[in-house]
């Protein structure tokens, strides 16, 4: 063999690469979703249908794509930032990464408690942490709706509760529990809770899967993932409990999103948010996901309790913004070994 | 041209060991058929490849035809010199057919090269294998096609290393005497390496022995089996009998009485003596010994001889007209001049 | 023994090498060197960065280091790899005795049954295994009328070495049936001449026989655990490569780099541990031996628990996960709201499997004739570098690069180039190996005959080496195909935004608890798999 020949060998490969590597234009707007590509994928590819704006989204977990985002920095590829929970928000609030928002935006939301006080970031939709449960399996178990989620560390609830304790919406849970209660009960929480055998999983759909399953007794999980299960099988017989007197197992908290400073498509970046505030997009957070809708013109969906009648905790969202402290505390806890 | 090849003063070292090769000097002759000679191991494997190409020479200069194709500055890849290769194991591509073996150094159009195929096909008498593999042939087989791809190019050169000794004893012989004749016809100079006298007495025009990377000798084989060198030479070329003896001119005395020399000499020396240059018989004539062991060959039995000394004995080489058995008593002695070695340096010249 | 030569294990099985006279000229052998070295400095890279990022975290490192959590850590992965790796040796010798060895009734098909668990990536197995065996899985329902309502659960330390084992049995069984195969059997008779009876005989000559190919087997079987993400991930075990694609993915890079480092280290004291007992035990060596048949020994009346030790482990390794897949896809799960088009998935998986073999495979190639062809000090060196994937699991590949692009090469981070160029780094031993192997099988008489017809160098390559290698070759890019089709942790960490593969898909579809989104992709990565494998075991039989 020729050297010629060796080396088209070696540029033919590189080519193939390149060939094979997708066309990274400049005008693709780069969402990075630290949101479920299940949830939020349907309403990004049907943005992408009513405006011609090109996305390619990054999807991860909400506080490893706010810390990505943090590391990255100046030199990070995301216009947009969409968030499971406001602290992961406030979090780059605070590193003054955010760009902020027009007062008409943040107008559409109703109620002001699921805004950034700086407008720099806004609430997309609510929900409420809930306990999923199994009539039948808590009977089997002979056990009590718990009132509290420090009733789970009893010893009856032993090897029976699942939760997901990488996932942004506990971990902005833990943040509000630091907030009201302190630092020590919050660890001496969370060191019960494994003590007493809680059963991680990844996400909180699995969650709602092993509760159907009979797998654990009942877990910690958004308010809507149950419905997806409902949406298929209606006889599912799971349901929701929601933790009573203002507990903080039914904080009340919203997914949102920002523009980040380092944008080079701010108009593109607005835009979707804009669309995401839109009542086609808020009226699909009701009727689809089974989410509380924020704007005054979409109601939510029949099947859920209206949003002011949880009684949640006392609490602002913008105050959740410790991000790292919270998840510091979470892996000293030992929650994710 | 007077010299198809001419090596000087070859050397070659790897790393920090003994040199292999050791200020090799050698000449060969358009036509001529050389053999370097030598026990295993002894360098002449790398001379060869040395002259192939296929390692640098430390020290040397070697030159192919008119083109120097190694020294101090220059080196040219194998691929360049026009030698011809036949390999001791043949190295016959596997995974190409017999035609395609021989037609692997050929350039040219595929016609030219199918009627070159042809040809050597027919000279090396395996035109019927043309579509075989080198695994369906049998050594012999084998053998000759490596001769035949090494041909086909029309070489310079050709360089044979070691090419008959992975073949039966007895396909030995016959292959070896096809490619005498096969080179003879094509007038190739060749040179080949081996470690079997035999091999080299009967095929060679010269023979070059290497022992330990130096050259000792450069003779004819009739030369070197008859004049060996030194005693190292003379015991590497067939059987031997060295005897003691005090040497005055022409002749010296010994076991064996007077005997005469091949060469003048005086004082202590060693005389060599060839087993078929005894004569051994009944006689009243001769120095007397008893047979102590006989081994018959057929149209030839070689015998060992107890003088009556008690403390000599020697080899000898008869022919099978006379019957020997263990324990006779016979008389021996020197039909031809001796060989005489000093006794110090073993050499025969000093 | 050279740290450098220690992370170089080869499983050399049988068959004649030929390194003695193969010399290049000089001039020939600067390309080849050019381009390793080239290849060689990428390889560095991530080293160089693992370095950079664990001495970043200073004095908070080494408190890091010296905690209790990461010494947990180190224990949860000495206790995972010693418990797998001698429970996968417990039953691969048996396995491998009675499929090559004894009168076991579909002795091949039991055999290519039991290796089809290497198609099946250890993450997919774990999640069927969480679905067979959890405390309210198909096992317990199998169990509930004998009063079972629950299982303990499947995750953790057990789940991972169930896990482990059945997915690396396979790896100890090649080598030891290739041993046992060319045992000597004069050896045996001998024994037998000597009043051993057929205990006797395996304790005393076959099994010290079977040494070399033991360890080599326990040893690749050991570094795959301590390598392996998948298993420890879905089964919620905290061991390294978990530990350190959770600091990874929160983007804590100092203290991954720590983690990565320590388990380097262990890998290499794990090779290095080998490598005296290698020296050790240097004097039996497989027999080259006559290949006289082999006689089958007779079971008599362990026939019938042989077949059920046999099923058993069919049934955990291939059956099991197949099962579980096909109830999801069959079954009523949760519908995905996120449709990817099969098609789309195997474009991806299979073309960026394809070029990083490809890559892979030229980038090995210089290495692979150095090594074969042009043994020099320097060479050994630069080939003993190229062999650090050995050392360097997926996970911490990941990490470094996304350190390296992040810092000084914004321009291919998220992108295909990044992601090939860490399969590249893992892989490239494997190319390497199976390269250099079947170089080492050619006699240099071939390529010298072809000089010696008027063949350039590479002439004499192209038209003589290289077909003649070809199997191997062929072998080796088999092989970085299909591991790299089952990687994981790098997939994850390195891929483009948006760009999905089987295995990407499966993690985050077993994530949401999508299980019908798990079955499709997980069967025809099995499917492609068991391609890719076949290939393999075609040339391993070749060779033996």
């Known amino acids: ?337 | 041209m007077e010299y198809s090849l001419q090596a000087d003063h070859l050397t070659k070292l790897f790393n920090g060991q003994l040199p292999a090769v050791n200020d090799i000097t050698l000449r060969v002759r358009p036509g001529e058929f050389l053999t370097l000679l030598g026990p295993s191991g002894g360098g002449k494997t790398t001379t060869l490849r040395l002259l192939a190409g296929f390692e640098t020479p430390t020290k040397g200069r070697i030159q192919i035809g008119d083109h120097i194709v190694a020294d101090d500055s220059h080196f040219m890849p194998p691929e360049k010199r026009k030698i011809g290769m036949v390999f001791q194991d043949y190295a016959l591509f596997p995974h190409v057919d017999v035609a395609g073996n021989i037609a692997f150094g050929l350039r040219g159009s595929s016609k030219d090269k199918a009627r070159q195929v042809k040809r050597l096909l027919t000279l090396v008498g395996l035109t019927q294998f043309a579509e075989r593999m080198p695994y369906e042939l049998s050594g012999g087989q084998q053998q000759r096609v490596a001769l035949a791809r090494a041909l086909a190019p029309n070489p310079d050169i050709l360089l044979l290393d070691e090419p008959f000794s992975n073949l039966d004893t007895g396909l030995r012989a016959q292959v070896r005497s096809d490619v005498r004749h096969i080179l003879l016809e094509t007038g190739t100079t060749a040179i080949f390496v081996t470690h079997d006298q035999q091999e080299a007495l009967s095929l060679s025009d010269e023979i070059a022995i290497i022992f330990d990377g130096k050259l000792a000798q450069v003779a004819t084989p009739h030369a070197l089996y008859n004049r060996p060198v030194n005693m190292q030479v003379a015991k590497f070329v067939g059987d031997a009998n060295f005897l003691p003896a005090e040497a005055h001119g022409m002749t010296a005395d010994s076991r064996l009485g007077e005997v005469k020399l091949f060469h003048p000499k005086s004082g202590r020396v060693q005389l060599m003596i060839r087993p078929e240059a005894l004569a051994v018989g009944f006689d009243e004539e001769g120095s007397r010994a008893t047979v102590l062991w006989r081994e018959f060959y057929g149209h030839y039995q070689r015998l060992g001889l107890a003088l009556a000394d008690g403390t000599t004995e020697l080899i000898a080489r008869t022919g099978v007209d006379r019957y020997f058995q263990r324990g006779d008593a016979v008389s021996v002695s020197l039909a031809l001049p001796a060989l005489a070695y000093d006794s110090e340096s073993q050499h025969v010249l000093s | 023994m050279q740290l450098a030569d220690a992370i170089r294990p080869r499983l050399r099985i049988n068959g004649h090498h030929h390194r003695v006279l193969a010399r290049w000229q000089v001039g020939n052998r600067q390309l080849a060197q050019a381009v390793s070295l080239a290849v060689v400095a990428v390889v560095m890279i991530p080293i160089a960065y693992l370095v950079l990022g664990a001495v970043s975290a200073g004095q908070e490192g080494i408190d890091y280091l010296i905690r209790a959590r990461t010494l947990r850590i180190v224990g949860n992965s000495i206790s995972l790899m010693t418990a797998a790796t001698l429970l996968a040796t417990l039953i691969a010798v048996p396995f491998a005795w009675l499929t090559s060895r004894s009168d076991l009734p579909w002795r091949r098909a039991w055999l290519a049954l039991g290796l089809a668990a290497m198609v099946i990536p250890s993450y997919l197995t774990a999640v069927t295994y969480t679905e067979a065996f959890g405390p309210k899985g198909v096992l317990q329902s199998l169990l509930e009328p004998f009063g079972v309502d629950r299982l303990p659960p499947i995750k953790g330390f057990a789940g991972a070495t169930l896990t482990l084992t059945v997915v690396t049995f396979p790896y100890i069984v090649l080598p030891v049936r290739a041993a046992l195969l060319h045992c000597d059997r004069s050896l045996e008779e001998a024994g037998q001449s000597l009043g051993l009876n057929r205990w006797g005989v395996f304790r005393q000559i076959i099994l010290p026989q079977l040494r070399p190919a033991l360890s080599a087997g326990m040893l690749m079987t050991a570094l795959y655990c301590l390598s392996d993400f998948g298993a420890v991930a879905v089964m919620h075990f905290n061991a390294f490569t978990r530990a350190i694609f959770i600091q990874t993915e929160s983007y804590r890079m100092d203290k991954a780099s720590v983690l990565a480092l320590l388990l380097v280290g262990m890998t290499l004291v794990l090779l290095l541990l080998h490598s005296r007992m290698q020296i050790r035990g240097r004097h039996y060596r497989v027999g080259v031996g006559a290949s006289r048949h082999l006689e089958l020994l007779p079971l008599g009346r362990w026939k019938a628990p042989a077949l059920i030790f046999c099923a058993s482990i069919v049934f955990l390794g291939v059956v099991i996960p197949l099962l579980v897949l096909f109830k999801w896809l069959l079954g009523h799960t949760l519908t995905n709201p996120i449709q990817v088009p099969l098609n789309l998935l195997i474009h991806n998986t299979v073309g960026v499997s394809a070029v990083s073999a490809l890559v892979v495979t030229l980038a090995a190639f210089p290495l692979a004739l150095l090594a074969a062809r042009g043994a020099t000090r320097f060479n050994r060196w630069l080939v003993n570098v190229a062999y650090a994937g050995n050392v360097l699991p997926g996970i911490v590949i990941a990490l470094a690069l996304v350190m390296f692009a992040t810092q000084n090469m914004l321009s291919i981070y998220q992108t295909l180039p990044l992601l090939i160029i860490g399969y590249a780094i893992r892989y490239l031993p494997f190319s390497i190996g199976a390269t250099e192997s079947a170089f080492a099988q050619i006699n240099p008489r071939y390529e010298e005959a072809a000089r010696s017809l008027g063949l350039s160098p590479w002439a004499a390559l192209a038209r003589i080496t290289v077909p003649l290698a070809r199997g191997g070759i062929l072998a080796g890019l088999a092989l970085v195909f299909l591991n790299v089709m089952k990687e994981l942790p790098t997939t994850l960490i390195l891929r483009p935004i948006g760009f999905r593969t089987f295995a990407t898909r499966i993690w985050s579809a077993y994530d949401e608890a999508f299980l019908s989104s798990v079955a499709l992709p997980g069967l025809a990565l099995i499917l492609v798999s068991a391609f890719a494998l076949a290939i393999i075991l075609r040339r391993e039989e070749a060779i033996s």
């Open chain 1, 1 to 337: 063999m020729s050297i010629q020949r060796l080396a088209s060998l070696l540029l033919a490969a590189a080519l193939c690469c390149f060939v094979v590597a997708p066309a990274l234009g400049d005008d693709v707007l780069t969402v990075y979703s630290g949101r479920n590509e299940s949830l939020i994928g349907p309403i990004l590819a049907q943005f992408t249908e009513d405006t011609g704006i090109e996305t390619e989204i990054l999807y991860g977990g909400t506080s490893a794509v706010a810390n990505q985002i943090l590391t990255e920095g100046e030199n990070s590829p995301a216009d947009v930032f969409i968030a499971q929970d406001g602290g992961a928000l406030g979090a780059l609030a605070a590193a003054d990464m955010l760009h902020k928002l027009p007062a008409a935006t943040i107008a559409r939301v109703a109620n002001e408690a699921f805004v950034s006080p700086d407008g720099v970031w806004t609430g997309l939709s609510g929900r409420a942490r809930v306990f999923v449960y199994s009539p039948e399996s808590l009977d089997e178990h002979g056990l009590e709706l718990p009132n509290s989620i420090h009733d789970l560390t009893g010893e009856e609830w032993r090897g029976l509760v699942g939760w997901a304790p990488a996932n942004a919406s506990f971990v902005s849970n833990v943040t509000a529990m630091r907030v009201l209660l302190g630092e020590e009960e919050t660890a001496a929480w969370l060191a019960g809770m494994i003590a007493n055998g809680v059963q991680a999983y990844p996400k909180n759909t699995p969650i709602v899967q092993a509760t159907i399953d009979g797998e654990v007794v009942g877990g910690l999980v958004n308010h809507y993932y149950l419905f997806r299960f409902l949406a298929e099988d209606p006889d599912i017989t799971a349901t929701l409990h929601f933790f009573p007197a203002g507990d903080l197992g039914s904080l009340i908290n919203a997914a949102g999103a920002a523009i980040l400073k380092s944008t080079d498509q701010p108009y593109d970046a607005l835009a979707l948010v804009d669309y995401l505030l839109s009542d086609t997009a808020q009226a699909y957070f009701a009727q689809t996901t089974y989410e509380y809708p924020l704007v005054a013109s979409v109601e939510p969906s029949v099947d859920l309790p209206a949003l002011a009648d949880i009684e949640t905790p006392e609490i602002d969202l913008s105050d959740l913004a410790d991000l790292q402290g919270t998840l510091t505390m979470i892996e000293e806890s030992g929650a994710l070994d």
